[in-house]
């Protein structure tokens, strides 16, 4: 069984940008449903699952949408959780200069990201990834679509682009979102280990394992 990860931080500590009543929201309903369905669909497949991860590789292999959907919502949403730091960060070291690099400036960057963000037609994801060479491109991924399958990627940072992350505290306003989510809330000392990492520099994040514990209790029961 997977669990859904704990928050990194209060509900209120995204505020303005997300509200705590959008955190709520979006944690305890949308992402916990999403772990929930995950583990549901597993457990009446009766699979046992490795990391989830592979769950999402063997899901699009086999063109099992149902479960690809809930378990790559599921990782997107704790990566999601952990792209996001109360504190304003800036860019530092390798990754600025990457930054300045592949964008001119962290503001070129921004517009990269805001304008992929905005011109995303529906739901989806806007990603900031990295090669294994270390250079930085701006992508989006539809609906539950996610750069896990995309294995010479690794994400540095997302955000949510479906309306549930956005439309209480900013109704339509897509890109007064994008703008003010990227001003305020990029975990960016996380983005950098993930920039190391692209480049074979340490293991990049992984979703938390299955709890092999519960797992035990279920077959036992
Ligand atoms: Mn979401």
């Not at 999601?80 to 530092?92: C, D, G, I, K, L």
């Not at 989510?181 to 996380?190: G, M, R, T, V």
């Not at 990492?197 to 340490?202: I, L, R, S, T, V």
Request: with cysteine; hydrophobic share 40%.
């Amino acid at each position: 069984m997977f669990t859904l990860p704990k928050l990194p931080y209060g509900y209120d500590a995204l505020e303005p940008v997300i509200s705590e009543r959008t955190l709520h929201f979006h944690y305890d309903k949308h992402h916990a449903t999403y772990v929930k369905t995950l583990n549901e669909l597993l457990e009446k497949a009766g699979k046992t699952p490795g990391t989830l991860e592979q769950t999402i590789v063997e899901a699009s292999k086999a063109g099992d949408k149902k479960l690809f959907n809930n378990a790559a919502q599921a990782w997107n949403h704790t990566f999601f959780w952990s792209s996001m730091t109360p504190h304003r960060e800036r860019p530092a070291g390798d990754l600025a200069k990457a930054i300045d690099a592949a964008f001119d400036s962290l503001d070129g960057l921004k517009k990269a990201f805001v304008t992929e963000g905005v011109g995303h037609f529906g739901s989806g994801w806007v990603w900031l990834v990295a090669d294994k060479s270390g250079t930085l491109a701006v992508r989006s991924t539809h609906d539950a679509d996610d750069t896990v399958i995309q294995s010479d990627l690794t994400p540095l940072m997302v955000c949510d682009l479906w309306e549930h992350a956005y439309y209480l505290d900013h109704q339509n306003d897509r890109k007064g979102f994008l703008e003010a989510w990227f001003d305020a809330l990029p975990h960016w000392e996380f983005a950098g280990y993930q920039f190391a990492a692209a480049k074979g520099n340490g293991e990049p994040w992984r979703h938390p394992a299955p709890d092999a514990g519960e797992q035990r209790n279920t077959r036992a029961g």
